[in-house]
């Protein structure tokens, strides 16, 4: 009895087995795939997936790539449909339908653009590289050392045939052709110098700015600021020519020689406030620069009238000297100034 069970349960096994492959392989069926043939590339290069068949289910997208085998052969084109960007090397096909793909490479397009200078140590540039032919390429100075200055592009190879835009500008582009092309970017010996500021009086500067090398010809500016209680008089070397001398902040051409100058500093004058009898000063004096509104008062004591104000010693003006609050306008010099007072009365 044990044996037949066993050789029962043995069939039934084998019946189930057998009926879940046959659903499998109905689920399986029931899926489309369709076939892409990758062919042998025209020109040296590589593809990815590899020459031959490959299968993706309907509605997938199949990635595609090609890479040139050296440098000296580019990528073109794909050819076959539903490729989404044919003149891309890295793209997709949408697998729809059966198709056929092909990269296409070329040799002999790509060519050398050697950049260089006339100078070796005038500066630095941008576009040396390889490329293919009839490719808009940009040249440019990316920097001009000091002492040198770009003047033009020069075709040195070929000796013609090659387009620059323009050949004047320091960023321009060129059209390679279909062969090896040299171009030297020329450059001018200029020349510089350097340039060294000190102050008349160290304690009536603040700061000096503009030091530094420049190249000949080349616009400098510099600046001068004031310590408190000083100012800026002017500045001073007799070979420059100043855009303004009396300016804090000017500028001048630089020479093909080092230079030194001198900003000239000079203490604000002094406004002293005295009081005659009678009477008293309500407001301060101190340091204050040229042309300066000072506001002065005084009040006079019982007994006592307000006669004036007077200038006593140094520049500067008085805008009402007969008021108790009026205005003193600083000259260059230090002034004082007295307030006048009698007894009695005032006249008014």
């Given at each position: 009895?044990?044996?037949?069970?066993?050789?029962?349960?043995l069939?039934?096994?084998?019946?189930?087995?057998t009926?879940?492959?046959d659903?499998?392989?109905?689920?399986?069926?029931?899926?489309?795939y369709?076939?892409?043939?990758m062919?042998e590339?025209?020109?040296?290069g590589?593809?990815?997936?590899s020459?031959?068949?490959h299968?993706?289910?309907e509605?997938?997208t199949?990635?595609?790539?090609?890479?040139p085998?050296?440098?000296?052969?580019?990528?073109?084109r794909w050819e076959?449909?539903?490729?989404?960007?044919?003149?891309?090397?890295h793209?997709?096909?949408?697998?729809?339908?059966?198709?056929?793909?092909k990269?296409?490479?070329?040799?002999?397009?790509?060519?050398r653009?050697?950049l260089?200078?006339n100078?070796?140590?005038?500066?630095?540039l941008?576009?040396?590289?390889r490329?293919?032919m009839?490719?808009e390429?940009?040249i440019?100075?990316?920097?001009?050392?000091?002492?040198?200055?770009f003047?033009e592009?020069e075709v040195?190879?070929?000796d013609?045939g090659?387009?620059?835009?323009?050949?004047?500008?320091r960023?321009?582009?060129?059209e390679m052709?279909?062969e090896?092309?040299?171009?030297q970017?020329k450059?001018?010996?200029?020349?510089?110098?350097k340039v060294?500021?000190?102050?008349?009086?160290?304690?009536?500067?603040?700061?000096l700015?503009?030091?530094?090398?420049?190249?000949?010809?080349?616009?400098?500016?510099?600046t001068?600021?004031?310590?408190s209680?000083?100012?800026f008089?002017?500045?001073?070397n007799?070979?420059?020519?100043?855009?303004?001398?009396?300016a804090?902040?000017t500028?001048?051409?630089?020479?093909d020689e080092?230079?030194e100058?001198?900003?000239e500093?000079a203490?604000n004058p002094?406004?002293?406030?005295?009081?005659?009898?009678?009477g008293?000063?309500?407001?301060?004096?101190?340091?204050f620069a040229?042309?300066?509104?000072?506001?002065?008062?005084?009040?006079?004591?019982?007994?006592?009238?307000?006669?004036?104000?007077?200038?006593?010693?140094?520049?500067?003006s008085?805008?009402a000297?007969?008021?108790?609050e009026?205005?003193?306008?600083?000259g260059k010099e230090d002034a004082?100034?007295?307030?006048e007072?009698?007894e009695?009365?005032?006249s008014?």
């Open positions: 009895m044990k044996k037949y069970f066993i050789i029962i349960l069939v039934v096994t084998a019946v189930s087995l009926g879940c492959t659903f499998l392989n109905i689920q399986s069926a029931s899926k489309d369709h076939d892409m043939t062919e590339p025209d020109g040296r590589d593809v990815t997936p020459p031959g068949r299968s993706y289910e509605g997938t199949a990635p595609i790539s090609a890479e085998e050296d440098e000296d052969s580019a990528f073109i076959g449909d539903e490729v989404a960007e044919t003149s891309e090397k793209t997709k096909v949408m697998m729809g339908s059966d198709v056929t793909i990269a296409i490479f070329a040799e002999d397009i790509v060519r653009l050697r260089e200078n100078i070796s140590t005038a500066g630095e941008s576009g040396s590289g490329y293919n009839e490719e390429v940009e440019s100075v990316e920097e001009e050392n000091l002492g040198y200055r003047s592009w040195i190879e070929p013609d090659v387009d620059v835009d323009d050949r004047d500008a960023s321009t582009v060129l052709p279909g090896d092309v040299r171009v970017a450059f001018e010996d200029v020349g510089y110098g060294s500021l000190t102050a008349s009086d160290s304690d009536g500067k603040d700061e700015s503009g030091y530094g090398k420049y190249t000949t010809d080349e616009e400098v500016e510099i001068a600021e004031a310590a209680n000083w100012r008089v002017s500045w001073i007799s070979d420059l020519a100043f855009d303004d001398d009396t804090s902040q500028t001048f051409d630089m020479p080092d230079i100058i001198e900003a500093f203490h002094h406004l002293e406030l005295e009081a005659e009898t009678g008293e000063i309500t407001s301060e004096g101190g340091r040229p042309d300066t509104r000072v506001e002065i008062s005084a009040n006079f004591h019982e007994g006592y009238s307000f006669e004036g104000w007077t200038v006593v010693d140094g520049d500067g008085i805008s000297p007969s008021e108790l009026t205005t003193f306008t600083m004082k100034i007295k307030a007072f009698k009695g009365p005032n008014d």
